[in-house]
């Protein structure tokens, strides 16, 4: 790959300036994408490159039923935090069942949230067919090997799939990203953060050349609420997803009176699924219900060879976190008396949770949890 | 505009701290902390496998976390404490992990240990030991082609102060 200019950026306002004067410029934070896509597979040529990892963007802090992100936090910090294992577990569980423990403690919040697909197209200059990475010149993994590759929001511009699981979870609770460009601040949700690729798949989200994601919001669950991340995968660690699902539920005498769901590894963008979200609300926890909320969130899927299995299996799996979530009684393998936070092992399904407000436990036990949850029934604001 | 390393430089002047003695280096930027450690500073117990963040092969410390090498440029580390494999014996005796690992026939060819002992020692102090369960998880980012894993689980264990599987 070709030289480039290495500068380490003292404060938000010269980090901003030297990227957004400069179009040759891009940002550096844990590298974990950025080296790999430039030292490795020479996707990304930037002439100057502007290390931003020693901004004082790194606090995780707490503001009444909101948790502020800096960018710079690391996936690791964020995934320990003590507010977000007793408020967020969906988004912890999300996060161990990310990457590994040294790339998780390189990785920022930031750069998850802007992490380039794995697209094996677009991450090889050798193919020349690649709208994301040369506009206009084609998708090569529409007729490819596609079986990593995104199903809702697809078209036959592209199918590259954003493969976070953090952001799942993310988008299900209304993050909201805070942006800081050369003249102003601006915050957007994070629903309306990404954009789908259309014809213009090397446009990705709204940020413009300079912005720099300095922090987002994250709305804690209310107290009694149950949520779970699950993933599905070809191994039981350290794997992207084939599929997943991040759903949040408040449920009251067996009805579901609040539901969030967002679905991960069938989508350009981390999927919302507002359409599953409408079945659920108000309407008995069962099986019939459950698939109806499927059928709703996986509609209009774009499909290739390689992805059509993903239409029954993003179902099957949104189906299974539903049930899990809803069990009269946690199985015998949740129950079995875990609790400390680190004996949560990612493995699937998980599901918590959020104990009462003025629970003392760091991280109740599933077993534990369901029980308040049932005796508490739901309570707090749902945003 | 703040004090920063402007011009048009492509090269970097930093300082690492590796395994406790500075190394004051001048590095194209384009280099990994990988290649540093092993090309410039000689320190070639610290592997290279996949050279992309796969492998877990070239796990280091990095003020004392597990990180990847390969995907570190070095001009990031300056002044940051960096510990590899060559730093963990004290007064010419090997770390515990280390003495665990031999005992137990934690490896076959050799080629990902020390990226398995690096990992290793971050995780106990981690406090992520408890079970064998547990340790499969939180060591799941080193990968061993020679398939050692249930001697390299034994070693962990053992270095954990816990005797028998659970």
């Not at chain 1, 299900?172 to 003249?183: C, K, N, R, T």
């Not at chain 1, 990612?346 to 005796?375: E, K, L, V, W």
Request: with cysteine; aromatic share 4%.
């Amino acid at each position: 790959m070709q030289a480039f200019e290495y500068i380490r950026a003292d404060d938000v306002a010269s980090a901003v300036a030297l990227v957004s004067g400069d179009p040759t410029a891009q940002y550096l934070a844990g590298g974990t994408t950025q080296v790999d896509l430039m030292l490795k597979d020479g996707v990304l040529e930037p002439e100057r490159l502007v290390d931003i990892t020693r901004l004082p963007l790194r606090g995780i802090t707490r503001d009444g039923d909101v948790l502020r992100v800096g960018a710079l936090a690391t996936m690791e910090e964020l995934a320990t935090d003590v507010t977000v294992a007793e408020r967020l577990p969906f988004v912890r569980d999300a996060l161990l069942a990310s990457a590994s423990t040294q790339l998780r403690n390189m990785a920022t919040i930031g750069g998850n949230i802007l992490q380039r697909t794995r697209c094996r197209y677009f991450r090889d200059t050798s193919v020349a067919a690649c709208n994301k990475r040369a506009p206009g010149s084609g998708c090569a993994a529409i007729s490819g090997a596609a079986r990593m590759h995104a199903i809702l929001g697809a078209s036959e511009h592209c199918i590259a799939l954003h493969a976070s699981d953090l952001c799942v979870s993310l988008v299900a609770l209304d993050a909201v990203a805070h942006i800081q460009g050369p003249e102003a601040q601006r915050s957007v949700p994070l629903t309306e953060f990404y954009v789908v690729p259309g014809d213009r798949p090397d446009v990705e989200n709204v940020l413009r050349h300079g912005e720099l994601l300095t922090a987002i919001d994250i709305p804690l669950l209310p107290p009694g609420t149950r949520s779970g991340y699950l993933k599905v995968r070809d191994r039981a660690s350290y794997e992207f997803a084939l599929t997943s699902a991040a759903v949040a539920l408040a449920i009251s005498d067996g009805v579901i009176a609040r539901a969030r769901v967002a679905l991960g590894g069938v989508g350009t963008i981390p999927w919302r699924a507002p359409e599953a979200e409408a079945v659920l609300r108000g309407a008995p926890a069962g099986a019939q219900v459950f698939r109806a909320a499927a059928d709703a969130a996986v509609h209009d899927p774009f499909t290739v060879p390689g992805t059509a299995s993903k239409v029954e299996l993003a179902k099957r799996t949104l189906v299974r976190i539903l049930e899990t979530l809803t069990e009269p009684t946690p199985s015998a393998s949740r129950a079995s008396g875990r609790s400390a936070l680190w004996e949560s092992p990612p493995r699937s399904p998980t599901a918590s949770t959020t104990p009462p407000a003025g629970g003392s436990a760091r991280c109740r036990s599933p077993s534990a949890s369901f029980s308040d949850g049932r005796r508490a029934g739901p309570v707090g604001r749902w945003p | 505009m703040s004090e920063t390393t402007r011009g048009a430089s492509t090269e970097v002047d930093l300082t690492l701290r590796v395994n406790g003695s500075a190394r004051r280096l001048r590095i194209d930027s384009r280099t990994t902390l990988l290649d540093a450690l092993r090309d410039r500073l000689e320190l070639t117990g610290t592997k290279k496998g996949c050279d992309q963040g796969a492998c877990g092969a070239c796990t280091i410390l990095v003020d004392g976390k597990r990180v990847l090498s390969c995907l570190t440029l070095a001009a990031q580390c300056d002044g940051r404490e960096v510990t590899t494999i060559e730093g963990l014996s004290r007064d010419g005796g090997l770390h515990p992990v280390q003495e665990a690992f031999i005992r137990h026939d934690g490896f076959q060819c050799g080629y990902c240990t020390p990226g398995q002992i690096m990992s290793a020692v971050a995780l106990l102090a981690e406090g992520r030991a408890g079970s064998d369960e547990e340790i499969r998880e939180f060591m799941s980012g080193n990968i061993c082609r020679c398939g050692a894993y249930p001697n390299i689980v034994a070693a962990i264990r053992e270095a954990a102060g816990r005797d028998a599987g659970v």
